[in-house]
């Protein structure tokens, strides 16, 4: 049995994936991940992992944010 808490999960993690393999964000993107985000109330250690990987991207330089 699939718990909403492992859909939000592979949510995050579609995303995610989609996000670093284009190297791009789009605002779009930008605003279903945050949406995403803030529905939950907590965040598990593995959504925190993949939330972290965005930002880290982002603060190297190696995910473009773009319109």
């Known amino acids: 049995m699939k718990s909403h808490s492992g859909s939000f999960q592979s949510d995050i993690e579609q995303m995610v994936q989609k996000i ?3 190297g791009r964000i789009s605002r779009a993107d930008q605003q279903q991940f945050m949406a995403k985000l803030l529905s939950k109330q907590t965040i598990s250690a593995p ?3 993949l939330i972290n ?3 880290d991207l982002l ?3 190696r995910l473009r944010v773009v319109d």
């Open 20 to 22: 670093t393999a284009s």
């Open 47 to 49: 959504e925190e992992a």
């Open 59 to 61: 603060r190297t330089g």
């Open 53 to 55: 990987r965005v930002f």
